[in-house]
């Protein structure tokens, strides 16, 4: 009997083994296909410079320090490469099916935590972000680690899976704002569950709660000035049905369009959780109720916090931000395949679901976020005598300051009321046109495929300027790829 059992056992490991060489595979294709975005080039930005001067870069930035702080240290060790910081995101999502694989068993079982990592991997979202050097895979990561603990504190009441919540409830308020509010939601689901049940051992999790605040107040005066930011001007759009749908819609699609698969797995994957909730009432769901509740918890009670926040104030509310939350979907599905005691039809939704997933985030990977490098080569060539280019939008001014190289261009910006362009220190900022352009000199404006930010800016100059020509640069990596829109100019002064 023994000898059976250890067996079933080397197999369960062998089959977590091959799920996690298969995803550190599938999540490394295609790393370093597109150009840096303007939003890595400012986390590589974030980076660079002493350590003395860490700590107010976070004035220009809307976010907690603890993945700038890894990231600072992996790339010490590494190098400070596009592959080797989008590399971490990468470790970001092993980093999650090691945590479930050796915390999840405690709550599914060593055969119910490889349906569990085999859903995760196919969550089109976390294929997208993972190849993003930015810290939404670690935000995850932390919301995981979270419901992971709150679950098996509520189960145990042990001063060790307190001590594992608390922790990771720290690292998840250090990480990403939404991640740090889907923390708070699940210690308070805790919280009351346990006061609700006249568990006394609720006063310890109050006091981890509470220290954790403690632990937060040195970060408080960065937090209120990010806040102030926020309140100044924020990209995140109204608060309306379309952009909540948005963020059901996100984590199961194309990042930038919505496919035929993508459609079929919107239907199935809510349809399978709805049939989960419903199923959970029943008593032979009884066991897994309330880890099925506790992470739908956490994902609605983190969108609904914010949606509030975002009513009565500015809107926070934002489809990219659902990435932190986003393994809570795999939950209500992992319990209801687990609990489907008919093989086939086990595997059948296991397949549907994981097979679709896993086709719409490969197509992710063929996707380019713009032409940077070939936008500069192209003025380069195309235009030589133009050495001066003036950003409409900080979208292109990061990653062309990125990849300039020896071309000698200087760059350019004006005055705009919203901009995280202060993060770019080559980028040279002024007023007016007329205090970096003199009468008769040629530049060139970018504008990144059709924005309309800072359109007053674009129009103003035109207007002091001789426009000579219009051209795009589209991307040749992929059909239909982003365009930077240019205009060659000549500078004639608002006096003429």
């Given at each position: 009997?023994?000898?059976?059992?250890?067996?079933?056992?080397?197999?369960?490991?062998?089959?977590?083994?091959?799920?996690?060489?298969?995803?550190?595979?599938?999540?490394?294709?295609?790393?370093?296909?597109?150009?840096?975005?303007?939003?890595?080039?400012?986390?590589?930005?974030?980076?660079?410079?002493?350590?003395?001067?860490?700590?107010?870069?976070?004035?220009?930035?809307?976010?907690?320090?603890?993945?700038?702080?890894?990231?600072?240290?992996?790339?010490?060790?590494?190098?400070?490469?596009?592959?080797?910081?989008?590399?971490?995101?990468?470790?970001?999502?092993?980093?999650?099916?090691?945590?479930?694989?050796?915390?999840?068993?405690?709550?599914?079982?060593?055969?119910?935590?490889?349906?569990?990592?085999?859903?995760?991997?196919?969550?089109?979202?976390?294929?997208?972000?993972?190849?993003?050097?930015?810290?939404?895979?670690?935000?995850?990561?932390?919301?995981?680690?979270?419901?992971?603990?709150?679950?098996?504190?509520?189960?145990?009441?042990?001063?060790?899976?307190?001590?594992?919540?608390?922790?990771?409830?720290?690292?998840?308020?250090?990480?990403?704002?939404?991640?740090?509010?889907?923390?708070?939601?699940?210690?308070?689901?805790?919280?009351?569950?346990?006061?609700?049940?006249?568990?006394?051992?609720?006063?310890?999790?109050?006091?981890?709660?509470?220290?954790?605040?403690?632990?937060?107040?040195?970060?408080?005066?960065?937090?209120?000035?990010?806040?102030?930011?926020?309140?100044?001007?924020?990209?995140?759009?109204?608060?309306?049905?379309?952009?909540?749908?948005?963020?059901?819609?996100?984590?199961?699609?194309?990042?930038?369009?919505?496919?035929?698969?993508?459609?079929?797995?919107?239907?199935?994957?809510?349809?399978?959780?709805?049939?989960?909730?419903?199923?959970?009432?029943?008593?032979?769901?009884?066991?897994?109720?309330?880890?099925?509740?506790?992470?739908?918890?956490?994902?609605?009670?983190?969108?609904?916090?914010?949606?509030?926040?975002?009513?009565?104030?500015?809107?926070?509310?934002?489809?990219?931000?659902?990435?932190?939350?986003?393994?809570?979907?795999?939950?209500?599905?992992?319990?209801?395949?687990?609990?489907?005691?008919?093989?086939?039809?086990?595997?059948?939704?296991?397949?549907?679901?994981?097979?679709?997933?896993?086709?719409?985030?490969?197509?992710?990977?063929?996707?380019?976020?713009?032409?940077?490098?070939?936008?500069?080569?192209?003025?380069?060539?195309?235009?030589?005598?133009?050495?001066?280019?003036?950003?409409?939008?900080?979208?292109?001014?990061?990653?062309?300051?990125?990849?300039?190289?020896?071309?000698?261009?200087?760059?350019?910006?004006?005055?705009?009321?919203m901009s995280n362009v202060d993060a770019f220190t080559e980028v040279q900022q002024y007023k007016a046109p007329e205090e970096f352009l003199q009468p008769g000199e040629e530049f060139c404006v970018v504008r990144f495929h059709d924005l309309e930010l800072n359109l007053n800016n674009l129009e103003r100059v035109l207007?002091?300027?001789?426009?000579?020509?219009?051209?795009?640069?589209?991307?040749?990596?992929?059909?239909?790829g982003i365009m930077i829109q240019l205009y060659l100019c000549r500078f004639k002064g608002n006096s003429q």
């Amino acid at each position: 009997m023994k000898t059976i059992l250890k067996k079933r056992i080397n197999i369960n490991v062998l089959l977590f083994i091959l799920i996690f060489v298969f995803a550190a595979i599938f999540y490394s294709i295609k790393l370093g296909f597109s150009d840096m975005w303007s939003d890595e080039i400012y986390t590589k930005a974030m980076l660079k410079g002493p350590l003395s001067e860490f700590y107010s870069k976070f004035r220009n930035d809307l976010h907690p320090p603890l993945y700038y702080l890894g990231l600072r240290l992996f790339t010490a060790v590494f190098g400070l490469t596009p592959l080797t910081m989008r590399a971490f995101s990468v470790l970001g999502v092993l980093s999650t099916l090691l945590l479930v694989w050796f915390a999840g068993r405690r709550i599914f079982g060593e055969k119910g935590v490889l349906v569990f990592s085999t859903l995760l991997i196919s969550i089109p979202m976390l294929i997208t972000y993972s190849h993003q050097a930015r810290m939404y895979t670690w935000s995850a990561f932390a919301t995981t680690g979270v419901f992971i603990y709150s679950y098996l504190f509520l189960g145990t009441t042990k001063n060790r899976d307190l001590i594992l919540l608390f922790l990771f409830t720290l690292m998840a308020v250090y990480t990403h704002y939404y991640s740090g509010v889907a923390a708070i939601v699940a210690n308070a689901f805790v919280l009351f569950y346990l006061i609700f049940t006249k568990n006394r051992r609720w006063l310890p999790l109050l006091l981890s709660m509470l220290l954790v605040v403690l632990l937060f107040l040195p970060w408080v005066p960065m937090f209120v000035s990010q806040i102030r930011r926020v309140q100044q001007a924020f990209w995140a759009p109204e608060v309306n049905v379309s952009n909540v749908l948005s963020c059901f819609s996100i984590p199961l699609t194309e990042q930038f369009w919505t496919s035929s698969y993508s459609r079929f797995m919107i239907i199935l994957v809510y349809g399978l959780i709805l049939l989960g909730v419903t199923l959970s009432f029943t008593r032979s769901f009884s066991k897994y109720r309330l880890v099925l509740w506790l992470s739908l918890s956490i994902f609605l009670g983190t969108l609904l916090f914010v949606g509030i926040i975002s009513m009565f104030s500015q809107p926070i509310l934002y489809s990219r931000y659902v990435m932190t939350i986003v393994t809570m979907l795999a939950v209500p599905i992992a319990v209801l395949i687990i609990q489907v005691r008919i093989k086939w039809l086990k595997g059948l939704i296991l397949l549907l679901v994981v097979s679709t997933g896993l086709w719409i985030g490969f197509s992710s990977y063929s996707f380019s976020y713009g032409p940077y490098r070939q936008t500069i080569d192209y003025i380069s060539t195309t235009y030589p005598e133009v050495k001066k280019i003036l950003h409409i939008s900080e979208v292109t001014a990061g990653p062309l300051v990125e990849y300039t190289g020896s071309t000698g261009f200087s760059h350019y910006w004006l005055d705009a009321e919203m901009s995280n362009v202060d993060a770019f220190t080559e980028v040279q900022q002024y007023k007016a046109p007329e205090e970096f352009l003199q009468p008769g000199e040629e530049f060139c404006v970018v504008r990144f495929h059709d924005l309309e930010l800072n359109l007053n800016n674009l129009e103003r100059v035109l207007s002091e300027s001789v426009l000579l020509k219009t051209d795009t640069v589209h991307d040749n990596k992929m059909q239909y790829g982003i365009m930077i829109q240019l205009y060659l100019c000549r500078f004639k002064g608002n006096s003429q």
